[in-house]
């Protein structure tokens, strides 16, 4: 079974940093893309960023949002990826989900999703 | 104020019909495939439909998705109640270099 689980969120102060985990099984984390996606209390589904396989350079795109702030890794041979969150604002405040991507011509698509985790910058 | 477009929230009755519009540009719909994703009350969101209409392993064919030009829709047939959630649709934005989703729409089934 294709699993995602994510770990690491929890409440931080404003400006500090929080590393964010995706342990991945059940199929060869190696071979894909993996993304980071968000959601704000209450509101909807954010794209956050993702990393390419090695295959294609292992590179990293991101939204404006986090652009310079967070940073994203993977370690293929513990199958997990990482969200590295710096500089954090209230307004990251959100359940960060781990999904893995696949990519075609002209497309690109998430499944599956992990469950979650909730991260919470507030003084 | 999302770069693809919903509706708020639909709501119809059980064994109806309803549709969920999706509406972008050149950009992202136009050029791109789009993917809805399902989201019921407290879950992860889950993959609908991708590459504009294929449907995933698993997930009923009540669903289906349809593309013209730069809208897209999502259409759910014979709905049940489990089918009230969230619904997303999403695509890459070659302008942006992200990946769009819409604000979501709130499906209610009467």
């Known amino acids: 079974e294709v699993q995602l689980v994510e770990s690491g969120g929890g409440l931080v102060q404003p400006g500090r940093s929080l590393r964010l985990s995706c342990t991945a099984s059940g199929f060869t984390f190696g071979d894909y893309a993996m993304s980071w996606v968000r959601q704000a209390p209450g509101k909807g589904l954010e794209w956050v960023g993702f990393?390419?396989?090695?295959?294609?350079?292992?590179?990293?795109e991101y939204a404006a949002s986090v652009k310079g702030r967070f940073t994203i890794s993977r370690d293929d041979s513990k199958s997990i990826a990482y969200l590295q969150m710096n500089s954090l604002k209230t307004e990251d405040t959100a359940v960060y989900y781990c999904?893995?991507?696949?990519?075609?011509?002209?497309?690109?698509?998430?499944?599956?999703w992990g469950q979650g985790t909730l991260v919470t910058v507030s003084s | 104020q999302s770069v693809l477009t919903q509706p708020p929230s639909v709501s119809e009755a059980p064994r109806q019909r309803v549709t969920i519009s999706c509406s972008g540009s050149s950009s992202n719909i136009g050029n791109n495939a789009v993917n809805w994703y399902q989201q019921l009350p407290g879950k992860a969101p889950k993959l609908l439909i991708y590459y504009d209409d294929l449907l995933p392993s698993g997930v009923s064919d009540r669903f289906s998705g349809s593309k013209s030009g730069t809208s897209a829709s999502l259409a759910i047939s014979g709905l049940q109640s489990e089918d009230e959630a969230d619904y997303y649709c999403a695509a890459w934005d070659d302008s942006l270099n992200v990946v769009v989703f819409g604000g979501g729409t709130k499906l209610t089934v009467l």
């Open positions: 990393i390419r396989s090695k295959a294609y350079g292992g590179t990293t």
């Open positions: 999904t893995r991507e696949s990519i075609a011509v002209g497309g690109n698509w998430f499944d599956p």
